[in-house]
């Protein structure tokens, strides 16, 4: 396992803990996808750099476009919550409320 495949491997697997044990906050949850989706992309541009074919090249760019797509309906999920419920804490939310 080279230094950068476990770096990254690694940054992934932390923000899966940081999603799985630190659930308190909305915005912790969305900042652990965050990280977990900017691992991602490296080890996809890594990916399409080790194979040198300009198919892939366009890839990790897809995905950092969904990516901010996923940060801004987080954000605007967490504002409509935080007015909402009046804080971003997940135990108050309910999903059987509207």
């Not at 803990?17 to 906050?25: D, I, K, S």
């Not at 987080?74 to 419920?85: F, I, M, N, Q």
């Amino acid at each position: 396992m080279t230094p950068t495949h476990f770096a990254f491997s690694s940054a992934f697997v932390l923000g899966l803990t940081g999603l799985a044990f630190h659930r308190t906050h909305l915005l912790s949850a969305l900042l652990c996808l965050e990280g977990m989706m900017l691992s991602l992309f490296i080890g996809l541009s890594l990916w399409a750099l080790k194979l040198d074919s300009t198919s892939f090249s366009p890839t990790p760019m897809l995905l950092l476009a969904f990516s901010a797509c996923e940060a801004s309906a987080g954000l605007a999920l967490l504002v409509a919550t935080a007015r909402t419920h009046g804080s971003d804490r997940l135990q108050s939310l309910n999903l059987l409320q509207c």
